[in-house]
């Protein structure tokens, strides 16, 4: 967890840190209490994250996260709970106690290591801020109920605190303009439609009039009139033009001051404050040159694949012939929104079938498949998920960019399915949030390089399976690992090497068959989340060495299915605990030595 807490929870973490509590307990119960204490610090300080979850007890209330002095009483909360935490007897924990006091130790350090380092400067970019979220929340289709007239009270009520918010977040960003950190110009300026697209001078035009028209029967008429004025009235006067007032903002103001240079050491103290993103996002410690060498070689061998497979088609031409080939032909691409979403409902259908050969753990939600709504498209991912509800009330939802069709090839349905939905991330995170003996902290919890690394290892065993039949759906596999490895090349290229956007997108072009569109939309994500694109390709290596380190130990005892298992069972890891975890499992399963 990475939120900021209000004031009552850090006066409360601060009274509690007596020793009492831990004395009295046994050392397992006093950790877990510990843990479910901070979880609920998480979810008052960050009510759309207890919505997602589907804890609704905070439904009508936003994020205070552009307050002033938000910070600094969040980092009170990290201090206040770490230092209860060292209070426990870690040598009497049980081994799953113990995982939970490491990953939760590590992280309340990490948090506190990144202190120096003034993110809250910058609130707002174009690839996801609560601004964009907001809008799925109350569009009707995201995680917000809208089931009673209660309902929809609880979140106008929320709603109506969002030009609190934005005042806050352009406070913020000024005092971030006047100490020369900002987010680069040419990411900002993608902002300034996205907020212009949920703008409308009518409510009923805006998105957030989906729950309005739609308004359940069961509600009485005269209440169903109330709420249609309440929200006409207020989204009219106070919430739509809070968007627009923010637009206004970062275009007529922002834009002049933002930054023309594009990496994150071209800001104070940046190449530290990068490590620091990096080993977040990775849970490994590992150089920006040493991830740079990585990409470069992984690059290289995906390079030989690829053109395995353009001579196995029977193409004539060269790797970069064979990519403007793909890039272009009609063939591969499809001719309109429905005929793209239908062919992803067959994908998964038929991967659903394949998963008993190689999982004997699955989820019990499901997941739908979805298009990405109009007025994010733009700037949104190709593909991407959405959790169900920890109660399974609510499906997954695997998002489909109809955005740009040239941008979701058919070659690449296959192996965006195994990521994104199952084996992958559906998969994952599901099968975690169903952990309930795991307290709260841990099932809810995730680590870029497992839960990325643990999606791209997914699209791996693609072959073994039964999927990537069709060499061209194999390309597909390529092109997506393609992604992943040049993504460790350029950005440590951006944000330690001093690398241009111009030359992270022409690196990219020159490396895959990409739409420019696509590859524009990585690079620019690239600039405004550093570190986080690391942690694929990083944590597929690692769950991939692990496999081979078990293979070979375990020899014919190695069931794939139980090595699945025990990656999946104890919900999202560090690497190193993960490691950890794996090498003492080997150790059981492995056979006893002959005593000579």
């Not at 009510?47 to 609704?56: E, H, N, W, Y």
């Not at 693609?462 to 596999?477: A, C, M, S």
């Not at 605990?577 to 150790?587: F, G, M, N, P």
Request: overall charge negative; charged content about 25%.
């Amino acid at each position: 967890m990475k939120k900021l807490a209000p004031l009552a929870v850090v006066l409360c973490a601060a009274c509690a840190t007596t020793p009492s509590s831990v004395e009295t307990n046994e050392p397992d119960a006093a950790l877990n209490a510990l843990v479910e204490e901070y979880f609920e610090a998480q979810l008052e300080l960050s009510p759309l994250f207890a919505t997602a979850i589907g804890d609704s007890r905070y439904d009508e209330r936003l994020d205070d996260s552009t307050s002033p002095g938000y910070r600094e009483k969040s980092l009170a909360v990290e201090r206040a709970f770490l230092d209860r935490a060292r209070l426990v007897d870690v040598v009497k924990l049980s081994p799953g106690s113990r995982l939970t006091y490491e990953i939760f130790a590590s992280e309340r350090e990490h948090q506190l290591a990144g202190q120096k380092f003034p993110e809250e400067l910058m609130p707002v970019n174009q690839m996801g801020s609560l601004p964009m979220e907001l809008a799925v929340f109350g569009s009707g289709s995201g995680p917000q109920p809208f089931a009673t007239a209660r309902d929809y009270d609880r979140f106008l009520k929320r709603a109506r605190e969002f030009p609190r918010w934005v005042d806050g977040a352009i406070a913020l960003m000024r005092a971030g303009m006047a100490r020369g950190i900002t987010m680069p110009r040419a990411s900002m300026a993608k902002v300034v439609p996205q907020l212009r697209g949920v703008f409308a001078a009518d409510p009923k035009d805006s998105i957030f009039w989906g729950p309005v028209e739609h308004l359940p029967p069961e509600i009485p008429a005269d209440e169903r009139q109330r709420i249609t004025d309440d929200y006409r009235k207020a989204f009219g006067a106070e919430i739509l033009p809070a968007y627009a007032r923010l637009a206004d903002f970062i275009e007529r103001d922002y834009l002049p001051a933002a930054r023309t240079t594009f990496g994150w050491s071209d800001l104070p103290d940046g190449q530290a404050w990068y490590r620091w993103r990096v080993r977040g996002a990775t849970t490994l410690d590992l150089p920006a040159d040493e991830i740079h060498q990585v990409g470069l070689s992984e690059v290289a061998r995906i390079r030989t694949e690829m053109n395995g497979v353009r001579e196995r088609v029977g193409f004539k031409g060269d790797l970069d012939a064979f990519f403007t080939f793909l890039e272009n032909d009609p063939q591969f691409y499809f001719a309109n929104d429905a005929e793209l979403l239908g062919a992803y409902r067959d994908v998964k259908k038929r991967i659903d079938g394949l998963l008993p050969k190689l999982f004997a753990d699955f989820p019990k939600a499901d997941y739908e498949i979805r298009p990405v709504e109009a007025f994010r498209a733009a700037s949104a991912a190709g593909g991407s998920y959405q959790a169900p509800s920890a109660d399974g009330k609510r499906s997954g939802i695997f998002y489909i960019n109809t955005f740009n069709l040239k941008a979701q090839p058919k070659f690449g349905m296959e192996t965006l399915s195994l990521h994104e939905a199952s084996p992958g991330h559906h998969f994952q995170i599901s099968i975690q949030q169903e952990l309930t003996d795991l307290p709260r902290f841990r099932r809810f919890n995730g680590y870029t390089s497992y839960v990325e690394g643990w999606a791209l290892y997914a699209e791996s065993i693609g072959k073994e399976l039964g999927v990537f039949t069709d060499p061209y759906q194999w390309y597909g596999r390529l092109s997506d690992e393609m992604l992943r490895a040049m993504r460790l090349v350029v950005d440590t290229g951006l944000h330690s090497k001093g690398w241009t956007r111009e030359q992270a997108i022409k690196y990219m072009l020159d490396n895959s068959s990409m739409a420019e569109s696509d590859v524009t939309a990585e690079v620019e994500r690239y600039m405004v989340i550093p570190g986080q694109a690391l942690g694929y390709k990083l944590g597929q290596l690692r769950i991939t060495a692990l496999r081979a380190k078990a293979e070979a130990a375990l020899g014919d005892k190695f069931d794939v299915r139980e090595f699945h298992g025990q990656v999946l069972r104890d919900g999202s890891l560090p690497m190193d605990v993960l490691t950890a975890k794996l090498d003492r499992w080997i150790e059981a399963k492995r056979p006893p030595r002959a005593v000579k």
